[in-house]
C-alpha cells in the first residue's frame, strides 16, 4: 500500500502528523511534544474541497481541536510494505 505523512503544528506548539492512505483515509494521528514524546492523538478527515482537504486533530498534549487544510497535489506518497494478518483489500 502507498502512505502519505503529513504535519503541522498545533496551537500549543507541538507537532501534529498524521499518516493517510491513498483515498485520504487517515491512518494514524499523533501530536509530538515539545520534550519529543509522541502522543496518539485522533486525527479525521474534516471535508474536501477539490485538491484541498481538511484534517482535524484533537491535539492530545493540550485538547484542542485543531484544524489545518491541506493540497492533495503536495502529498509525498510512499509503498509500505502491507501489515501481515487477515486484513487483506482489495
Ligand atoms: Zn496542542
Do not use: Y
Request: hydrophobic share 35%; glycine share 8%.
Amino acid at each position: 500500500m502507498k502512505i502519505a505523512k503529513v504535519s503541522s503544528r498545533c496551537e500549543c506548539q507541538a507537532r501534529l502528523g498524521a499518516e493517510l492512505d491513498e483515498d485520504r483515509k487517515v491512518l494514524r494521528g499523533w501530536s509530538r511534544d515539545i520534550r519529543n514524546r509522541t502522543l496518539v492523538s485522533p486525527c479525521t478527515l474534516a471535508g474536501t474541497e477539490g485538491e484541498r482537504f481538511h484534517l482535524v486533530w484533537l491535539c492530545a498534549v493540550c485538547g484542542r481541536n485543531t484544524l489545518r487544510s491541506f493540497d492533495a497535489g503536495a502529498l509525498v506518497f510512499q509503498d509500505v510494505p502491507e501489515a501481515s494478518g487477515p486484513h487483506q483489500s482489495a
